[in-house]
């Protein structure tokens, strides 16, 4: 069964940082581009960040460019996203998922970025 | 980018309604685009892919259709369960990803 389970997240101050991660299990994590993707409170859905197989490319959302660095670490099957200088508006629900070449999503983790 | 917009943004409709959605691409994305439903508190769920495949074990009801930059999303005769959220999806690159706004559909 596939499963992905996010943790790191949590209350942090404006410009603070959390690192969040995905841990993978009951497929082979290599094989598959890997998201992140975010719901801010009564918000619709918010693609943030996508990886490649083998991590040698990334892509993000204008919004989190420069903040946000997605990382993987296949002989762990992690996920990770490293959020740095965060605002308000980054809270939200942040889901890892698997959303090219399948539908796998975890059960989100919710990150608040509040004084 | 590649922006999306859906239309309504809000549906009433009743048990047994043929419903239907629409999701405009900004510029067209040939085929790549696909359909999702989110409950309240829950992960979303891929319905329809590439416009117009469904996804292994979601219902007959649910179709889609079109290409370029309209599709649309169908609904042939509302069930309980569909009362949701729907979110239409591009990914005409691997690199850049956009969700349309969603279209919540209640009961009338």
């Known amino acids: 069964e596939v499963q992905l389970v996010e943790s790191g997240g949590g209350l942090v101050q404006p410009g603070g940082s959390l690192r969040l991660s995905c841990a993978a299990s009951?497929?082979?994590?290599?094989?598959?581009?890997m998201s992140w993707v975010r719901q801010a409170p009564g918000k619709g859905l918010e693609w943030v960040a996508n990886i490649k197989k083998d991590g040698s490319e990334k892509y993000y959302v204008d919004s989190v460019k420069g903040r946000f660095t997605i990382s993987r670490d296949n002989a762990k099957n992690s996920l990770y996203l490293q959020m740095n200088s965060l605002r308000a508006e980054d809270t939200a629900v942040y889901y890892c998922?698997?959303?090219?070449?399948?539908?796998?999503w975890g059960q989100g983790t919710r990150v608040t970025v509040s004084s | 980018d590649i922006q999306m917009t859906q239309t309504p943004s809000t549906l009433s409709a009743s048990v047994g309604d043929r419903v239907t959605i629409t999701c405009r691409a900004s510029?067209?994305?040939?085929?790549?685009l696909a359909w999702y439903q989110q409950k309240p508190g829950k992960a979303p769920k891929l319905l329809i892919y590439?416009?117009?495949s469904l996804e292994s074990g979601v219902p007959s009801r649910f179709s889609g259709s079109g290409s370029g930059t309209e599709f649309t999303l169908t609904i042939s005769s509302l069930q309980p369960d569909d009362f949701a959220t729907y979110y239409c999806q591009q990914y005409n690159t691997n690199s850049l990803i956009t969700f349309g706004p969603g279209t919540k559909v209640d009961i009338k």
């Open positions: 009951g497929f082979t994590f290599s094989r598959y581009w």
């Open positions: 590439k416009a117009s």
């Open positions: 510029q067209s994305i040939s085929s790549w």
């Open positions: 998922a698997i959303i090219m070449g399948g539908d796998y």
